[in-house]
């Protein structure tokens, strides 16, 4: 069984950062995948923020581009987020996943709020 387990979110300030991290385990190795960041405030649709690919080639929804950061490390079945300049409107929890798709994770909340 894969699972896959995010840790690091938080209450934060706006114009603060927090590190994202999602650690699989089980029978996969993510050097063989895509790795995707996925954010959900409620009565939200699931918005996908980040993209790396298994060459390490990142992409980025438009409203991240230039604050968000995703990168992995394959040795520790790792993918991470650093999130920069964090806006109110990007409180929601956060997941990560496999392409193709794991079973979800809890997810992390970030919460970005006075």
């Known amino acids: 069984q894969v699972q896959l387990v995010e840790s690091g979110g938080g209450l934060v300030q706006p114009g603060g950062s927090l590190r994202l991290s999602c650690v699989a385990s089980?029978?996969?190795?993510?050097?063989?995948?895509?790795m995707e960041w996925y954010r959900q405030a409620p009565g939200k649709q699931r918005e996908l923020v980040a993209r790396?690919?298994?060459?390490?080639?990142?992409n980025y929804g438009d409203p991240v581009k230039g604050r968000f950061t995703i990168s992995r490390d394959n040795a520790k079945n790792t993918v991470y987020l650093q999130m920069n300049n964090l806006k109110p409107e990007e409180t929601a929890v956060y997941y990560c996943?496999?392409?193709?798709?794991?079973?979800w994770g809890p997810g992390t909340q970030v919460t970005v709020s006075t």
């Open positions: 996943n496999t392409d193709p798709p794991s079973p």
């Open positions: 089980g029978s996969i190795f993510i050097r063989f995948l895509n």
């Open positions: 790396i690919t298994n060459h390490d080639i990142p």
